[in-house]
């Protein structure tokens, strides 16, 4: 079994920071892709940011300029680095990963339970 641990979130006024971290464990042959969705009140879940397992990055582009994604395979985490946060950028963040293991050799596309990131006026 896989389970991916977010942590980072919290309030912050308008033009902080906040770096979130999504850690993956368990019996893990390999991580490909990674990365960040959120989910506002009353909106759909939206794509912030992904990374593949050799460093692409691609960005919606409402974060990009303002967000990073990195991830640290020896660690098998991902972050999320927010700077210059909005109020708009107020929601759940939830990481995901694509992650093969000895039940999924194919890969199977895991969450996070979701961080909440508050951004006030």
């Known amino acids: 079994q896989v389970q991916l641990v977010e942590s980072g979130g919290g309030l912050v006024q308008a033009g902080g920071s906040l770096r979130l971290s999504c850690a993956a464990s368990g019996t893990i042959f390999s991580i490909n892709g990674m990365g960040w969705y959120r989910q506002a009140p009353g909106k759909q879940r939206e794509l912030v940011a992904g990374i593949t397992s050799n460093g692409r990055t691609n960005y919606a582009d409402s974060v990009e300029g303002r967000f990073t994604i990195s991830r640290d395979n020896a660690k098998n985490t991902v972050y999320l680095q927010m700077n210059s946060l909005k109020p708009e950028d107020t929601a759940v963040y939830y990481c995901?990963?694509?992650?093969?293991?000895?039940?999924?050799?194919?890969?199977?596309?895991?969450w996070g339970q979701g961080t909440q990131v508050t951004v006030s006026s």
């Open positions: 995901t990963a694509v992650v093969t293991t000895p039940l999924n050799p194919y890969g199977h596309d895991y």
